[in-house]
């Protein structure tokens, strides 16, 4: 498979807002959230490798959404993303979408 330069770089940016999230601990909620819906008693890796492939789900989507003119804007609308996950996941509903 052929993996672009621009896609590698924005998951290595979006590990960095996971990471942020990790040790800020706001990504606590999604994972207390998620066990304690059905899921298992505790965070495994693949929770965490679901939790990193719905955010970049997630801020493709947004990103594309904003129809940033040049990827000079890429910093600006992930600044943009990062502050909109925060909001999410210090939510009443902090459960990120699974990505299927």
């Known amino acids: 498979a052929v993996v672009s330069t621009q896609s590698t770089g924005t998951s290595i940016n979006l590990t960095a807002v996971l990471m942020q999230m990790l040790e800020s601990g706001l990504l ?5 959230f998620k066990c304690s819906h059905g899921g298992s008693r505790s965070v495994t890796m693949n ?12 801020f493709v989507k947004f990103y594309q959404d904003r129809k940033p003119a040049t990827i000079m804007e ?14 999410k996941l210090s939510s009443d509903s902090p459960l990120l979408e699974t990505v299927q």
């Open 74 to 87: 890429f910093n600006t609308h992930k600044a943009a993303y990062t502050e909109t996950l925060k909001d």
């Open 47 to 58: 929770d965490l490798h679901e939790a990193h492939c719905s955010i970049l789900t997630d």
């Open 28 to 32: 606590r909620s999604h994972f207390y």
